[in-house]
């Protein structure tokens, strides 16, 4: 984990992410601020964060981290 100041901590994403993944990635009001225009499957939402590597040592790809605030009710670790 990695702490951000007061506001929380990020952390590699997790499994039980993937509800909460799938919601955000198919928000069609947030495509302006990402690459993707196109919704996305559950089942490829799950083989993405299956591949994960756990860690943040990466291999020059983009590394992908969730923000938990503490100020919120977050079931991050």
Do not use: F
Request: hydrophobic content about 40%; proline content about 5%.
């Amino acid at each position: 984990m990695i702490t951000v100041n007061d506001l929380g901590y990020l952390r590699a994403p997790e499994p039980e992410d993937l509800q909460w993944l799938y919601g955000v990635e198919n928000d069609a009001t947030l495509w302006y601020l990402g690459i993707s225009k196109e919704p996305w499957s559950k089942a490829v939402l799950a083989d993405y964060l299956a591949a994960q590597p756990g860690n943040l040592q990466r291999d020059g790809r983009s590394i992908a981290l969730a923000l938990c605030l503490q100020r919120r009710n977050c079931r991050c670790r």
